[in-house]
């Protein structure tokens, strides 16, 4: 969780309303919903109002308290707040209100009226919250002694509590932490942030097909597909997610590496300021140590982040193939008849990709491999019919066996098997076309069945190696 601290205002209605609409707009769209605290009425205006008449009473507020009048009159009423969750954090609202509540007791102002307004238009869960300064039984201001130091505190607990700590520098102690970029550090990547974000969303309206619509009623399986769809869907925005926290890593290290390589130089600066240099000369020596530091940072900063870039689309790529050959398998398991409730959750745990779907193409493998008396004559129309068979009532090898029973699941384990080699293990030559047996011969219903039943027992065994996996990665 990040807390942070905004700059105090004068205007309780001129926060509110900002809050309470779209930048720059009269629609409020951005609002998710909004929630107050200590105060009489849940609607925005009055809650509003009655802030205002608070502060502006404070006076008469001490006096009814017992309190000596007088001091300093608070120029600056309005304290804006907002607490923001991870982007790969789902809170409810009720949970974000506790939290909102927790947090004011810990800061010693669980007394003070506030407004909650949480808003759906970033990536990430916040709420803001518009706090009056002024106690409304007391008149007196909040104490904001050391506030970020406590917010801090307060954030670096809540995520312990919550099993995960996000912000691995609030553990450490204040003279080890790092310090972020400076203002014009950040500027300088301002123009490259944008240029990743645009290229991220492109990356992003890149939506897979879909084998089978879920939607369409012809699909007795759209439960299984539905699922799948979701779980590829939260695969997909968390690689999002991810993306913007390495973005920032970035920046940060080149920061850092850039800082430590001219900390020396700006040492010697300060250390001829210290000892009354000339003015002219220290201009002459600041001016170019800062050229050099713009200068080294740039060339670093564009060098790095079109290896970000290159990276992240490789990384999307194949996270699409994934993606992809766990489609085809849960089609050929659909065809199949077997049962995928194993397989989803493996998808949904992101175990399902290379080691399921390669189990799976090894046993299909077997089972579909030609027969070891099998001659690819040369010339032959029927290159890969047996000679020894070719008069035997119309039995065929298993790669034509294969081929028709793939026909007859409409999708085809062969073309599966091969989508997943491509994808694996990059593009293949075209293989030889197989041959439909004539017409005269017909079908061998026995065998057909005999390699249907094998193939199933096959994926079943895959299965079973699967669940022993997982157990083993349970224990």
Request: with cysteine.
């Amino acid at each position: 969780m990040i807390v942070k601290i905004h700059k105090s205002g004068k205007s309780f209605s001129g926060a509110a309303t900002y809050l309470t609409h779209d930048p720059k707009a009269n629609t409020d769209e951005r609002v998710a919903w909004t929630h107050t605290h200590n105060l009489a009425s849940d609607d925005v205006r009055g809650a509003v109002n009655e802030m205002y008449l608070t502060a502006e009473n404070a006076e008469l507020l001490k006096q009814e308290a017992g309190i000596r009048a007088g001091g300093r009159a608070t120029e600056n009423p309005v304290k804006h707040v907002s607490l923001n969750w991870a982007p790969d954090e789902s809170p409810t609202r009720e949970h974000m209100i506790e939290t909102t509540e927790d947090f004011l007791r810990h800061m010693k102002w669980q007394e003070h009226q506030a407004l909650l307004v949480a808003h759906d238009d970033k990536e990430y869960a916040h709420v803001h919250v518009l706090l009056n300064v002024v106690h409304p039984e007391t008149g007196l201001r909040l104490d904001d002694n050391f506030e970020r130091v406590r917010a801090q505190e307060f954030a670096l607990e809540y995520e312990r509590e919550n099993g995960r700590i996000y912000c691995e520098q609030r553990l450490k102690n204040p003279e080890e932490r790092e310090d972020g970029p400076t203002r014009p550090a950040w500027l300088a990547f301002r123009g490259n942030q944008i240029k990743f974000e645009r290229e991220e969303k492109s990356l992003e309206n890149q939506n897979p097909i879909l084998i089978r619509d879920p939607e369409m009623p012809e699909n007795t399986n759209a439960d299984e597909w539905r699922i799948l769809k979701e779980i590829q869907r939260d695969e997909r925005k968390a690689f999002f997610a991810a993306g913007k926290l390495e973005f920032n890593e970035l920046r940060n290290s080149i920061y850092r590496e850039i800082r430590t390589e001219f900390r020396d130089r700006w040492s010697d600066y300060y250390a001829a300021e210290k000892n009354g240099g000339e003015g002219v000369d220290l201009a002459a020596m600041k001016a170019e140590i800062v050229a050099e530091q713009r200068a080294a940072l740039e060339e670093r900063r564009d060098e790095a982040c079109d290896e970000l870039r290159k990276s992240r689309d490789g990384i999307y790529r194949e996270l699409l193939d994934d993606q992809r050959d766990i489609r085809h398998g849960l089609h050929a398991r659909q065809d199949a008849g077997l049962d995928n409730a194993l397989f989803l959750d493996l998808a949904r745990d992101g175990n399902a990709g290379r080691d399921v779907v390669t189990a799976f193409r090894e046993a299909a493998d077997e089972t579909l491999m030609p027969r070891n008396d099998t001659v690819a004559c040369e010339g032959d129309d029927r290159a890969f019919e047996s000679p020894a068979r070719s008069d035997n009532g119309g039995m065929r090898s298993g790669a034509n066996i294969g081929a028709n029973i793939g026909e007859g699941l409409g999708f085809g384990l062969i073309g599966f098997l091969e989508s997943i080699a491509d994808g694996f293990m990059g593009a293949k030559s075209a293989p030889t076309p197989r041959q439909r047996e004539p017409e005269h011969l017909g079908p061998n219903p026995f065998e057909a069945a005999a390699m249907e039943d094998a193939r199933k027992r096959h994926l079943e065994e895959a299965d079973e190696e699967a669940r022993k996996r997982q157990r083993s990665y349970g224990e």
